[in-house]
Each structure stands twice: as structure tokens, then as C-alpha cells.
């Protein structure tokens, strides 16, 4: 499957760079939502199995890991216009295309070497048929998890809007294709402080609380790089750049940590196994393309009507409402009794279950007075410490 989405992916911007021989509107358009369709068909192929053989081959750094994947995937965003700037520059329309497509269908061969994938037996996927079955109804039924999807899906809006009307709206500055691709460039600079972001959230557990950072400072950004139609404010080149710097800065952080309490919301209430994952991974990418698609269709419909000013009003009201939801989700943390608040951090981490069970059966006289049963009770923090 992740071979077979390598190769569309391919062949996707390929026939792109040979739309440019085509003379019919009606026909040129018409391919055009074909390759497209054949894009995103790739891309799904791509990013279910990549987030699930993540998660499986790296279960105790899954957040470390799964940075790295989110920047491979920001940076091919933010850097792409950059590079196809400079390729466009060289050889015109067909240039950019024809190079993207024979480097995905280049690294398809590769990934047939080189990628080992574990083996799965005709059982194995039946047992596993058959509890995504009985799971699948429960699964949407908690509601915490919406709300860190809503989070992938709000950087993701952010993608789409500015893959759409970015480009048009800075030509009131006059700018070449070159200086162009570098300000898309801004956005990605960030985007390699991902792993970093990945680092620290394995290493604690309030990724709420960093992911409530990030997006205010992507509020930030994105209320600059209009500015808001409501700002006295002249549009001005420098205010743009540093906007969308900052936008970077807040997206790459939300996007981290988004993902990662999707994942530990889902593990509480699925279990972390092999189901799991693709769970999350079926999250994830369905939130991706869901706000790609809202970002770039109404971010288009309301720079048509209105202005560029107004159509970051999409993206201002989109932070305002995830800051709002995270708040919510902070507080109602902050509200659970100490028992209920650890369990609810462990509740799939047998191995702490299983080694005090083994400690009160070694020492039982430890458990005969009550005070030290429940000194040793309340011996494990909140925070797992």
C-alpha cells in the first residue's frame, strides 16, 4: 500500500508537467481534477501506513519519531514552492513537475529494497477485521478526541489557505517567483524546530499545554500577515514576512502536539497496539485532508468576494475557536480528583499495574497498617513522578 502510493504520487505531478501541451480549457481542467484525484488517493496510500509503521518500530519515542514525519511533510510543503520557483525560473511550466514525479517514482523503486515490513498472517488480519469492527462504534464516542483532531485539522487549514491564496495575495507586492518561493520558505524555517517540539513531548505529559501555546502564537502570525481587516494597519511587505514566520513557528508547534495527545487519547481508549495506531494514523490523515481542502475552498471563496484581508479571517477564527477548546480541555484536566487524574494518565500502562501488584505480594506486611497503604498510594504523582 505504501509502495503503491509512492508510485501515484509519482505519476501524479508527471502527467501534471504534460497538461502544459494541452490546448482545451475544458480538457486541461478536467485532467487536471484526475491527477489530483490520483494525488490524493497516493497520499493517504502514503501517510496511513507511514504513521502506523512508525508507531509500531518506534513504541517508546513515538513523539520523536513521529516529529521527524511531520517535518519531512512540512518542509516538503513550505520548501516546494521555493524549489519549484527556482526550477519554473529555469525550464518553465513542465520543469518542476517532471522533476517532483521522477524523484517520487526514483524513491518508489528504492522504498521496494530497502522497506521490510513485519509479516501478517491471513488470521492475524482477520482478528484484527474483526476487532476494528466491534471498536470502531465506540471509538468517535470520546469527545476529547475530536478536539485534537480539530487541532491537526486547523494546521492543516493553514496549509491548504496558504498553498492557495498566499500566492496572490502577496502580488500587491510586486514580487518575482523567486522571492515568492522564498516566503514560502518563511513558513518552513520553523518547521525544523518539529523534532525538538517531539523531544520535549516525550518527555512530558501536559502536550495540551504546549499545543495551547502554539496555537496562540499562530493566532499571532496569522493576524499579522493580513493584517485583520479591522487593524488600521496598511499591508506592508516586513509585517507579512515576520507574520508568517510566526505562523510557521505556532503551526509546527500545534502540529506536534496535536498529534501526540491524539495518540495518547486514543491508546487511553483503544489500547496501544497495532488497531491503534491505524486508528490514529486514519485520524490524522482524514484531519489533514478535511482541513486542506476547507482551507484552500473557503480561503478561495472569501479572497474572491471579499479581499485577501478578509479571507485570514478564516484562519484567525479557526486558532481563536482551538484555543477556546483547548482551554476547556485544560480545565476539565485540572478538575479531576488526584485517583481519577492518574489513572486517566495510565490507563493503559500495565507495567506500573503490574509492578505495584508485584510489590504488595513480596511485602505484605507493608499493607498491614493503613497509614503506609496509603502513604504508598498516593506515593505516584499526577504527573507520573
Not at 518500530?57 to 516546494?80: D, E, H, K, Q, Y
Not at 501478517?120 to 468517535?140: D, I, R, V
Not at 518575482?176 to 525544523?192: E, M, P
Not at 488600521?232 to 502540529?255: C, Q, S, W
Request: net charge positive; glycine share 10%; aromatic share 12%.
Amino acid at each position: 500500500m505504501f509502495l503503491i502510493g509512492v508510485t501515484l504520487n509519482g505519476l501524479g505531478p508527471l502527467g501534471f508537467g504534460l497538461l502544459y501541451y494541452v490546448n482545451s480549457t475544458a480538457a486541461f481542467t478536467a485532467l487536471a481534477l484526475i491527477l489530483r484525484t490520483i494525488e490524493g488517493i497516493g497520499s493517504c496510500f502514503i501517510q496511513i501506513p507511514g504513521f502506523m509503521i512508525v508507531n509500531e518500530n518506534f513504541p517508546g519515542r513515538t513523539s520523536t519519531v513521529s516529529s521527524l514525519l511531520l517535518t519531512a511533510i512540512m518542509l516538503g510543503f513550505c520548501f516546494g514552492p521555493t524549489v519549484a520557483a527556482i526550477l519554473y525560473d529555469v525550464g518553465g511550466f513542465t520543469l518542476p513537475f517532471l522533476v517532483i514525479g521522477l524523484i517520487q517514482i526514483v524513491s518508489a523503486a528504492l522504498i521496494n529494497f530497502i522497506l521490510v515490513l513485519p509479516d501478517s498472517n491471513e488470521e492475524t488480519q482477520a482478528l484484527m477485521g474483526l476487532e476494528a469492527l466491534t471498536k470502531f462504534n465506540s471509538f468517535f464516542k470520546f469527545p476529547f478526541i475530536y478536539i485534537f483532531m480539530f487541532g491537526v485539522m486547523s494546521v492543516n487549514m493553514g496549509n491548504g489557505f496558504c498553498e492557495a491564496i498566499l500566492e496572490p495575495g502577496l502580488q500587491v507586492f510586486h514580487l518575482s517567483s523567486l522571492q515568492i518561493g522564498l516566503t514560502f520558505g518563511l513558513l518552513g524555517v520553523f518547521q525544523l524546530l518539529i523534532p525538538l517540539w517531539g523531544i520535549i513531548l516525550d518527555r512530558i505529559k501536559r502536550g495540551e499545554v504546549m499545543a495551547l501555546v502554539g496555537c496562540f502564537i499562530a493566532f499571532l502570525g496569522v493576524s499579522m500577515f493580513g493584517p485583520l481587516p479591522f487593524i488600521p494597519v496598511h499591508r506592508a511587505y516586513p509585517i507579512t514576512a515576520i507574520g508568517i514566520a510566526i505562523f510557521g513557528l505556532g503551526k509546527g508547534i500545534t502540529a506536534a502536539s496535536s498529534y501526540v495527545m491524539l495518540k495518547r487519547e486514543v491508546e487511553a481508549n483503544v489500547g496501544d497496539t497495532l488497531l491503534g495506531s491505524s486508528f490514529v494514523a486514519t485520524c490524522q490523515v482524514g484531519a489533514t485532508g478535511i482541513g486542506g481542502v476547507i482551507g484552500a475552498a473557503v480561503g478561495g471563496i472569501l479572497y474572491g468576494a471579499y479581499s485577501f484581508r478578509m479571507a485570514t479571517l478564516l484562519l484567525v477564527s479557526t486558532f481563536l475557536i482551538l484555543f477556546i477548546l483547548l482551554l476547556i480541555f485544560i480545565c476539565q484536566q485540572s478538575k479531576l480528583t488526584p485517583k481519577s487524574l492518574r489513572f486517566s494518565r495510565f490507563r493503559n500502562n500495565h507495567s506500573i499495574i503490574k509492578t505495584l501488584a508485584e510489590i504488595k505480594e513480596r511485602t505484605p506486611l507493608m499493607f498491614s497498617n493503613p497509614l503506609s497503604q496509603s502513604s504508598l498510594k498516593y506515593s505516584i504523582r499526577p504527573d507520573g513522578r
